[in-house]
């Protein structure tokens, strides 16, 4: 199906988009191991469609969105080859909706079993490839930030509620595959632009390496998650990618420093699938 014509962003906003996406990705590149592939996924909530057109006619391919309604009226006119991510909270009764979307590509915000069966019993027959799930993590510990709460000893793993959701989705959602954890983190102001690692971006390699352990282990999970036998990481935004991939980030998620701020929330308020 041909993506309805939406309107071409101006050629200053062109060139403008053009330039902070290639700084991005050239600082991407920098920051990575050279063995590394790391993905930059373009986070364009509250962005018109034809800033993403724009960075798609770039290259660009994967983006990611927070608002279940926004995602999906975006990618009804964008281009189908876009893989997009969902990196907002995500609420059980939009679960349908978000599994009905052709290319999402991967969903970062899983934290229940409740939501990962609703996700898994939505998507249509017609979807030949599993859905990527992501367990978010709430590494930083603050009541204000979603996710499940990371792991903190080998002893304590297998009774980790991350370890029961893992369990969960590979032995009973078959139309979804786990590919690894995601977190936001606590913003540092004063780490932003030094090297010093980031004490969420480690505990969340942590819970990665406690979580695989116990997979490993477990016969009923097989072999059936990550990539190449590794859960991937999703973690980095603007102010602090650089970090994140010194820290082993497979995934950053870049909104600002490529499509500028965003406008202030009340006046997006009505949009959004806030609890
Ligand atoms: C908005 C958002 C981003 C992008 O943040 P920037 O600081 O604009 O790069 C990344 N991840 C999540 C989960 C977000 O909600």
């Not at 190449?228 to 990618?241: I, T």
Request: aromatic share 6%; glycine share 6%.
């Amino acid at each position: 199906m041909a993506a309805t014509a939406i309107s071409k962003a101006p050629p200053e906003r062109f060139k403008g988009l053009s330039e902070s996406l290639s700084e991005i990705q050239e600082r991407v590149r920098q920051a990575s191991s050279p063995s590394s592939n790391p993905t930059l996924v373009a986070v364009s909530k509250y962005k018109p469609a034809s800033d993403i057109l724009a960075c798609y006619e770039c290259g660009q391919r994967d983006f990611g969105e927070n608002y279940v309604n926004e995602l999906e009226e975006k990618a009804r006119q964008l281009p189908g080859d876009i893989r997009w991510h969902f990196i907002g909270t995500l609420q059980s009764n939009k679960s349908k909706t978000l599994a009905m979307i052709p290319n999402v590509f991967t969903v970062q915000t899983v934290t229940s079993t409740k939501a990962a069966n609703a996700l898994n019993k939505s998507l249509p027959p017609e979807r030949t490839t599993p859905l990527n799930v992501m367990l978010q993590v709430n590494t930083s510990g603050e009541d204000a930030k979603s996710g499940l709460p990371a792991i903190a000893s080998a002893e304590s793993a297998s009774s980790s509620e991350l370890v029961q959701l893992a369990h969960c989705i590979i032995t009973s959602c078959p139309k979804l595959y786990l590919h690894g954890l995601m977190t936001i983190g606590s913003l540092k102001e004063s780490t932003a632009s030094d090297e010093q690692p980031n004490e969420d971006f480690e505990t969340l390699k942590r819970t990665r390496d406690f979580l695989e352990q116990v997979l490993r282990q477990d016969p009923t999970s097989g072999s059936n998650w990550g990539v190449d036998g590794k859960l991937l990481l999703s973690m980095g935004m603007s102010s602090d990618f650089e970090v994140a991939l010194k820290g082993g980030s497979d995934i950053v998620r870049v909104g600002t420093g490529i499509f500028g701020a965003r406008p202030p929330k009340e006046h997006t308020d009505s949009e959004r699938d806030v609890t």
